[in-house]
């Protein structure tokens, strides 16, 4: 019954325009009725309805033997990303990096002198430390507060290691100001987040992650860097 209702609510006719829409963005110097025709499989009459549809909606433009799309729908798209956090857009990509790895993968912003989970997939290993999208961690002693540290000027890491309150949580916690982990920027040259692996020292060693992780999680993080300068 579920299959039959959804089938008397499919429209077809809007499942073939949507068809057209992508085959002209697909080809921004533009077709001709033929070429969309015969790429979308539909008959020339077809084709023309469809392509003199957006035209006359706007969505469409017609020179000469040519249609392509026109600005509108990068309006409409717009519209929909400013509406939409990046971190809908980044999540898939960091789900396939926790599952790859079988670790979690998170993404932080800077707020004060902590960082701010953004973002966040859970391996399927258990870590004592539960984290979830809100929780805060000192920027100072955690590895995405140090790629996010790294892009500010010397006056302004200066000001902030002068309000951060820098204590030794750990036996490893680095507590000399100078160490900074390199940044991972946007293609404007700004940090605007970090994104990690965490997995415990007994399964990996520093070297295996250099060598398994960071490849992977520099991949997911230019993957993710495409929708920062949308």
């Not at 996010?148 to 490893?172: C, G, H, N, P, Q």
């Not at 920027?185 to 992780?213: K, P, T």
Request: glycine share 6%; charged share 25%; with cysteine.
């Amino acid at each position: 019954m579920r299959d039959e209702a959804a089938s008397r609510d499919h429209v077809n006719s809007l499942e073939r325009g949507l068809g057209v829409m992508e085959i002209l963005a697909a080809h921004p110097s533009g077709l001709t009725l033929t070429e969309t025709a015969e790429k979308a499989g539909l008959t020339r009459a077809g084709a023309r309805r469809f392509l003199l549809t957006l035209v006359a909606s706007g969505y469409a433009t017609q020179t000469g033997r040519l249609f392509s799309l026109s600005p509108r729908l990068l309006s409409v798209a717009r519209t929909w990303l400013q509406g939409t956090s990046l971190w809908t857009f980044a999540e898939p990509f960091m789900r396939e990096t926790a599952a790859a790895l079988e670790e979690s993968c998170s993404a932080a912003t800077l707020s004060g002198e902590d960082v701010v989970y953004v973002a966040r997939v859970a391996g399927p290993r258990i870590i004592s430390l539960e984290l979830h999208v809100g929780s805060r961690l000192p920027a100072y002693c955690t590895a995405m507060g140090r790629v996010l540290l790294s892009d500010k000027s010397l006056d302004e890491v200066a000001a902030f290691l002068e309000r951060a309150s820098i204590v030794r949580r750990t036996e490893r916690t680095v507590t000399d100001p100078e160490p900074i982990a390199a940044p991972l920027r946007d293609r404007s040259g700004a940090i605007v987040a970090a994104i990690n692996v965490s997995a415990q020292s007994a399964r990996h060693s520093v070297a295996d992650m250099e060598r398994e992780f960071l490849p992977l999680l520099k991949r997911t993080a230019a993957r993710i860097e495409e929708f920062f300068v949308q």
